[in-house]
């Protein structure tokens, strides 16, 4: 049988229309890490509390991609993927209007829940469009799209906040949104249903579980009253336990306990956990550290963090294709000791640094991380059964969100532990969860 050689017009088209929905979420995560010192300062809120404008997102990304991955597996990931990017342009046009942290907290979770609609079966989707035999080099275009979305992000901020206030940061969405959608209605593939029901009781129990778990972190990392953070611990593990028992024995779960009985999907997992903690506690810290300790504005601050992202973007696509032929493990593990290694040097900065030394350092990070990323996706795509490759995608993107939502929650209860220096904490605390990245990814050589 002659095998399949690239891609018809049509599957490009469909990928234009996945890529430019991952370019939304990613673009708006890197803007709103970027601005939230100045929308922080023109909401009279103070760092701390600001970073809820993060956390809500993420909450609700977090706690509805596994939903979203499994109604994916019902109805179709196309039906689910052009349903969240319509949410996202509406939630979009709601964070253009909100004029309070509570307000725009709250636009940023129904972006949430839109864009984990998406994130739940973009891999998916990619999956569908790419011949298996080219998987690695698909999610390497992937890992590469996500570069460039954080990329162009600081960027884009810098330049939108020099001429403009920043509410219409979030309105970049909109064009983009209708621009994927106009992509994806015509040429996305349809799958057959790989599910015949959908629970909503236990997608309810799943989102509760997960956002939970998000709140309760954030609660101790707030440092809010221990009677809230018990009673939302509580609601957690009771709606956690609840809904393992009613999965239990269930061939395809929408918590996909199964899949991390195999050891390579579970260590997947643990390494992108910890290496996306990193790059919460980086890309949230770093903001404030440049404006609020070194005193730059909010243009060179951009500009000066696109280093990262920019080095991603070179390594991603390496690493993908390289993952094709070498084990995920060796080429994630060299890439997350680079990503140790440079938030270490950022941690040691010294008082007056200069430009080059900072460019330097952050590339050596972006470099690190983006040959962690296309070896980890194929490693957890291909150690799950074709026919799971929903539950699959979901997880990976609960896993990357997780890591966020974790590194951002930090961050917060850095700056209240230690004030201003306390991004400079958040730099040490990513050094450390890089090296566990690192250990977790190498071991996966002898799995």
Request: glycine share 10%; hydrophobic share 55%; charged share 10%.
């Amino acid at each position: 049988m002659t095998q399949k050689i690239g891609l018809t017009s049509k599957e490009k088209r469909a990928l234009v229309a996945v890529f430019l929905g991952v370019v939304l979420a990613t673009l708006d995560t890197a803007i709103a890490n970027t601005a939230l010192p100045t929308i922080a300062t023109d909401l009279n809120s103070t760092a701390a509390h600001s970073i809820w404008i993060i956390n809500a997102y993420q909450l609700a990304v977090v706690s509805t991609m596994l939903p979203f991955a499994a109604l994916g597996d019902l109805v179709g990931p196309r039906r689910v993927f052009i349903g969240g990017i319509a949410l996202f342009v509406v939630a979009s046009l709601a964070c253009v209007m909100s004029n309070t942290v509570l307000l725009l907290a709250a636009a940023r979770a129904l972006q949430g829940i839109g864009a984990g609609a998406m994130m739940s079966v973009n891999i998916a989707l990619v999956g569908l469009i790419y011949p298996r035999q080219q998987l690695g080099r698909g999610v390497g275009m992937n890992a590469l799209v996500v570069a460039l979305g954080f990329a162009i992000g600081p960027s884009v901020a810098s330049l939108v906040l020099s001429v403009a206030s920043w509410p219409w940061l979030f309105g970049i969405n909109v064009p983009l949104g209708v621009l994927a959608i106009a992509f994806a209605v015509p040429t996305l593939p349809l799958r057959k249903p790989i599910l015949r029901e959908f629970s909503r009781i236990t997608a309810l129990l799943t989102v509760v579980s997960f956002a939970g778990l998000i709140f309760t972190l954030s609660s101790v990392t707030q440092l809010q009253p221990i009677s809230v953070t018990l009673i939302a611990l509580a609601i957690t593990v009771l709606s956690l336990v609840t809904l393992l028992r009613r999965e239990a024995g269930h061939a395809a779960p929408m918590l996909p306990v199964d899949l991390f009985r195999r050891p390579m999907f579970a260590l997947s997992t643990i390494t992108a956990i910890a290496a996306f903690a990193t790059q919460g506690l980086a890309f949230v810290s770093l903001p404030f550290f440049f404006e609020k300790v070194l005193h730059w504005n909010p243009i060179n601050t951009g500009f000066m963090i696109t280093a990262w992202p920019a080095a991603v973007a070179i390594s991603a696509p390496i690493s993908g294709r390289l993952s094709d032929k070498y084990a995920p493990g060796l080429i994630g593990g060299i890439g997350l000791a680079l990503l140790c290694i440079g938030m270490a040097l950022l941690a040691l900065l010294p008082t007056v640094p200069s430009n080059l030394s900072i460019i330097a350092y952050l590339g050596v990070c972006g470099a690190g991380f983006g040959m962690f990323q296309a070896p980890n996706l194929k490693a957890l795509m291909s150690s799950a059964p074709p026919e799971r490759a929903g539950g699959a995608s979901g997880v990976i993107g609960v896993a990357r969100l997780l890591g966020q939502a974790s590194g951002a929650a930090l961050v917060a209860l850095c700056f209240h532990v230690a004030g201003m220096q306390g991004a400079t904490l958040a730099l040490e605390l990513g050094a450390i969860s890089a090296g566990i990245a690192s250990i977790a990814s190498f071991s996966r050589l002898w799995v």
